[in-house]
Nanobody
Framework: VQLQASGGGLAQTGGSLRLSCVAS????????MAWFRQAPGKEREFVAT????????GYTDSVEGRFIISRDNRKNTLYLEMNSMKPEDTAVYYC????????????????????WGRGTQVTVSS
């Protein structure tokens, strides 16, 4: 599957952005999906994940209550709605797909993810 992320840009502290990730090449509903991010000088970290069925989600503590992950399997698209943004949210955001996840499972560890998009830059000004 090929993944293309978009929607990044510049936001102010307290503002919002919505990222999208369009999948092509294989059946989108066959993959658990996730967003990861990498800030300058730091390792890539988990942000949020959603099961194949779209009903189970998981978040890292730092974004819980501010970010919402969702998916539209009819449109082959993954979303990340980011609200109440903070400067520490500044990073390149990557979408990823996991082919081995069961229908209602999500996974936070990068080792589960077989396919990665190129990333989209998000910058939050203070």
């Amino acid at each position: 599957v090929q993944l293309q992320a978009s929607g990044g840009g510049l936001a102010q502290t307290g503002g919002s952005l919505r990222l999208s990730c369009v999948a092509s090449g294989r059946t989108f509903s066959g993959y658990a999906m996730a967003w990861f991010r990498q800030a300058p000088g730091k390792e890539r970290e988990f942000v949020a994940t959603i099961a194949r069925n779209g009903e189970s989600t998981g978040y890292t503590d730092s974004v819980e209550g501010r970010f919402i992950i969702s998916r539209d399997n009819r449109k082959n698209t993954l979303y990340l709605e980011m609200n109440s943004m903070k400067p520490e949210d500044t990073a390149v955001y990557y979408c990823a797909a996991a082919s081995r996840a069961r229908y209602n499972e999500w996974h936070a560890h990068q080792s589960w993810y077989d396919f990665w998009g190129r990333g989209t830059q998000v910058t939050v000004s203070s």
